[in-house]
């Protein structure tokens, strides 16, 4: 069955950066895309981009544009989320999600979640 | 930047009926914003029940409906069940954006 296993908690400081990893399996991971949602602690939902690992397109949300890099490794079949600068409110679970090559729809199959927390 | 809106809130007894709606600053929301569900228990990754309005998923209960209503995306629950307590968030597609969540509704069985 299709499975996101999600690389372990992560303590920054701020101004560092974060690199969380989504591996996949049960699926042909080249022929799919990846989603990255956080959620701060008690908070909502917030989308911070996707890729394409079938030609590394990208798109990402305005908030974190310039600080966020979602990049791929179709010969692993893992995703990986590096975050830069990172400052207090940066601190929240991590999850990817499955999305289709050409588009971020799909969020078919989610991660089990990361904690970053960001902490002087 | 759109906005989109979620109850903050809902309570349904054991059985009974209940709506959760997701609205969208810019205006009606339609089948061109492909409204997402997602369901979230404490502790746990969301998961997503209903995708482009209306589709379920294979592990989507029967008693969940997607539709649009009154300009809005809706999510209804019918014939609640006590594992149906939980966070539910819409997510609605735009053009610029691209994906934006609502802010959540707390779905209390009682």
């Known amino acids: 069955q299709v499975q996101l296993v999600q690389s372990g908690a992560e303590v920054k400081k701020p101004g560092a950066s974060v690199k969380v990893s989504c591996k996949a399996s049960?699926?042909?991971?080249?022929?799919?895309?990846i989603n990255w949602v956080r959620q701060a602690p008690g908070q909502g939902l917030e989308w911070l981009g996707w890729i394409s690992a079938k030609n590394g397109n990208t798109k990402y949300a305005q908030k974190v544009q310039g600080r966020v890099t979602l990049t791929t490794d179709t010969s692993t079949g893992t995703a990986s989320m590096e975050l830069r600068s990172l400052r207090s409110d940066d601190s929240a679970v991590y999850y990817c999600?499955?999305?289709?090559?050409?588009?971020?729809?799909?969020?078919?199959?989610w991660g089990q979640g990361t904690l970053v927390t960001v902490s002087s | 930047q759109a906005v989109v809106t979620q109850e903050p809130s809902l309570t349904v007894s054991p059985g009974g009926t209940v709506t959760l709606t997701c609205g969208s600053s810019?205006?009606?929301?339609?089948?061109?914003?492909?409204p997402y569900w997602f369901q979230q228990k404490p502790g746990q990754a969301p998961r997503t029940l209903i995708y482009?309005?209306?589709t379920k998923h294979s592990w989507t209960p029967a008693r969940f409906s997607g539709s649009l209503l009154g300009g809005k995306a809706a999510l209804t629950l019918s014939g609640a069940q006590p594992e149906d307590e939980a966070e539910y968030y819409c997510?609605?597609?735009?053009?610029?954006?691209?994906?934006?969540f609502g802010g959540g509704t707390k779905l209390t069985v009682l």
């Open positions: 997510l609605l597609s735009y053009s610029g954006a691209p994906v934006l």
């Open positions: 810019t205006g009606a929301v339609t089948s061109g914003h492909y």
């Open positions: 049960g699926y042909t991971f080249s022929n799919y895309g």
């Open positions: 999600a499955r999305a289709f090559s050409s588009s971020w729809y799909l969020f078919d199959s």
């Open positions: 482009d309005t209306n």
